[in-house]
């Protein structure tokens, strides 16, 4: 469909949605965030943009997937393998990272949705750390509400661990405690609640019915100004069949809805999946979720419930979390599947209290309504416009997208701050466009951010680049201890690494200089077994306590320790870990040597600069070369 053909559907269909009058009321729209992807810049891993990972229970033609988040493109712009089946246009960034948090916050405003629930743990779980980071980003663009998703799953994987599954219901209790005291903590509204009763999510599938009935025995200690929370259940784990309801409907004060089903058998034409849902199963999803919600709320049973709305699901880029490979197409036939989703909704006056949107962010299961490559700002245009009209608002996309074009001048300024340029008038002035973004003001943000980028676009006029490429050996990069050397090229294996060391006139320039510098080789693995090529670098940056930074949603152990490989953080001297399976191929490699990471103080193994190790097998490495675009302030 040509471009002016499809804005002119967009537009009647405009039209038509905002002739109707709804039933609007105190209505909520929530995205569900997901904090498990990090970077090396930020973090010292990319956290889940890397994965290895099988589908153990998968038929389809595919099931092992090795992504390696660290390889570039040759111009260095494009992350070549990441760990999802949809690529952010933002590129890969951290979800610790407060300013990428803030963004997501600008974006989710833009789109009308009120605020996020982040799929969270238990307090000593990852995602604590990026729920508190995000409950402080959130107070500076109130009314911006953070709640829970509580994958109460993962807690009881992390008491498997510890061989303390006795302990599930005082843990339970414990971070419900803990819920109440710090998220839902303030007496203004800034989390998503029903009168004065907080709302918890809980995902299911951790918590058995018996213990949860003794953590509501016990009784949780409730600031004075709040109510007691209401406890709102997954339907798939709690409502999808009379059984499950049987027993969790007098314990739950409500369900929500989430991603359509999707339980078909794929016809031979798909063979890359073993289920899919279509267009006829995602409204039949939403009408089950409907009537049980509807019926729940009609008889008492239920306070109130959640409809759903996702814009499309592959779960290749986590493997499947180690179960089977499933598959919601963005469109079927032509027709939006997330579009068709919000008109049930709206069109049949759905009595939800809140819509749930799975997910904001979830890469792993390209699940995303963030800007792709592939998908633009679909996603996130189809959620202004249902999301103003369900909410008897105004829609207003004009804003949808300020936020990336904010994140990036952002990033800019701080760039230019390190190359030496003053940046203080800028950076005050990035400030002020994000407030206007945050309080609706499109037209005046769109000026603020258009008077920034002519501001950075003269300071970067100002710049002048040297580009230097080093190949390796030579006198400004030598190997300290003579490599062994097999068909011409290098032998790396467990007991022999490559050892190169920078000399003192060229690292005191990159020490004094702003630079973005790369590393490039060619290798090939020579066994035939899953293997490891690292490179580590000198740094100075203190390698926090390794951490593991992702759970997956099953509940086995087997598929869990599929996919724990690569999920360390912490550890700034690593430039890239390359995953291997397949002997014999000669693969070229473009990653980054981030300036922070690198101190170029020869304090690596052996007085080295990059260490070349191999995890596991023997490979052959050649063509080692190194470059930087060194930056210098114009005077
Ligand atoms: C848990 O129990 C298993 C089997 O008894 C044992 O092998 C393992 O070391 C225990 N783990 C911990 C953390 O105590
Ligand atoms: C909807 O509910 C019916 C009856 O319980 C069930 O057979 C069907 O599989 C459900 N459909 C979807 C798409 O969830
Ligand atoms: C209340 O509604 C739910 C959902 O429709 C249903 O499963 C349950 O049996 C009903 N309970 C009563 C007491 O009618
Ligand atoms: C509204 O619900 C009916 C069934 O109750 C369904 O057939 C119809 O497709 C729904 N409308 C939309 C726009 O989804
Ligand atoms: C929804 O509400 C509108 C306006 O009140 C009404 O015209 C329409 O018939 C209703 N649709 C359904 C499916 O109940
Ligand atoms: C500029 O760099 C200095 C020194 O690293 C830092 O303290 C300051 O916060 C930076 N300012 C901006 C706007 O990035
Ligand atoms: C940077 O610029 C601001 C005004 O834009 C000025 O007040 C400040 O003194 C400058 N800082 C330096 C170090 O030159
Ligand atoms: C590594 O290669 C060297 C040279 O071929 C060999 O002597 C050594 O045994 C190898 N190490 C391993 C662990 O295979």
Redesign the pocket.
């Known amino acids: 469909m040509s471009a002016a053909k499809r804005l002119s559907v967009f537009f009647t269909f405009t039209i038509f949605i905002k002739s109707l009058s709804g039933n609007h009321g105190n209505k909520k729209v929530y995205a569900d965030l997901t904090t498990n992807r990090l970077t090396r810049e930020h973090d010292g891993s990319n956290g889940m943009w890397s994965l290895h990972g099988i589908a153990h229970a998968s038929h389809a033609t595919k099931t092992e997937f090795i992504f390696n988040a660290d390889l570039l493109s040759d111009d260095g712009r494009n992350h070549l393998n990441i760990a999802s089946m949809v690529y952010p246009m933002l590129g890969l960034t951290s979800d610790l990272d407060e300013d990428y948090l803030e963004y997501l916050i600008l974006q989710a405003k833009t789109a009308k949705i009120d605020g996020f629930l982040v799929e969270w743990g238990f307090r000593e779980h990852p995602s604590n750390v990026a729920l508190e980071k995000i409950i402080a980003v959130a107070e500076r663009h109130r009314p911006f509400e953070i709640g829970v998703n509580w994958c109460d799953h993962w807690l009881l994987q992390w008491l498997e661990k510890k061989n303390a599954t006795d302990q599930m219901v005082s843990e339970f209790h414990r971070n419900a405690q803990y819920l109440l005291d710090m998220v839902f903590y303030t007496s203004s509204k800034r989390f998503p609640s029903f009168g004065l009763r907080p709302l918890i999510f809980l995902f299911g599938g951790g918590i058995t019915k018996e213990q949860f009935r003794e953590v509501l025995a016990i009784g949780l200690k409730i600031p004075y100004w709040l109510d007691p929370p209401l406890w709102i259940g997954n339907y798939l784990n709690f409502a999808e069949t009379a059984e499950f309801w049987a027993e969790w409907g007098p314990l739950m004060d409500g369900i929500f809805g989430w991603i359509p089903s999707r339980r078909r058998v794929v016809p031979p034409s798909m063979p890359q999946w073993d289920y899919y849902g279509n267009l006829a199963d995602t ?1 039949q999803y939403q ?1 089950n979720v409907s009537s049980a919600g509807e019926g729940c709320v009609r008889n008492r049973t239920c306070q109130l419930w959640c409809g759903s709305a996702s814009p499309g699901f592959d779960n290749r880029g986590c493997a499947g979390w180690g179960g089977t490979l499933k598959y919601l197409p963005r469109k079927w036939q032509g027709t939006s599947l997330y579009n ?1 989703q919000w ?2 909704h709206v ?2 006056n759905s009595s939800a209290n809140i819509i749930i949107l799975p997910t904001m962010n979830d890469y792993s299961e390209a699940s995303v309504l963030l800007p792709t490559k592939q998908y633009g700002f679909e996603a996130l245009y189809t959620t202004e416009l249902f999301a103003s009209f369900w909410k008897g608002s105004q829609s207003d996309s004009a804003g949808v997208t300020l936020p990336t074009w904010w994140f990036s001048l952002k990033k800019s300024i701080a760039f230019l701050n390190q190359t030496g340029v003053n940046v203080t008038k800028a950076a005050a002035r990035i400030e002020d466009c994000s407030t206007k973004i945050s309080q609706g003001s499109y037209a005046a943000a769109a000026n603020c951010l258009e008077a920034v980028q002519v501001l950075t676009d003269t300071f970067y006029a100002h710049l002048t680049v040297d580009d230097f490429t080093l190949e390796v050996p030579n006198g400004k990069m030598y190997f300290v201890k003579p490599p062994l050397m097999k068909f011409g090229a290098y032998l790396l294996n467990t007991t022999h690494g490559l050892y190169l060391r920078m000399s003192d006139v060229m690292s005191r320039l990159l020490l004094t200089k702003n630079y973005v510098g790369f590393l490039q080789f060619d290798y090939i693995l020579l066994d035939n077994a899953f293997t490891q090529i690292q490179v580590y670098s000198s740094t100075r940056r203190r390698n926090a306590d390794a951490t593991l930074m992702a759970f997956p949603r099953q509940t086995t152990n087997d598929q869990y320790a599929e996919i724990t490989n690569s999920v360390e953080a912490g550890n700034f001297a690593m430039v890239c870990d390359l995953m291997n399976k397949v002997p014999g191929v000669w693969h070229h490699v473009n990653v980054r040597l981030y300036r922070d990471n690198i101190a170029w103080d020869h304090t690596a193994t052996l007085n080295s600069d990059l260490h070349f190790k191999a995890v596991g097998g023997s490979y052959l490495v050649k063509r080692i070369s190194l470059q930087f675009q060194v930056y210098h302030s114009g005077d």
């Open positions: 409204t009408q068709a008109k049930n069109l049949n």
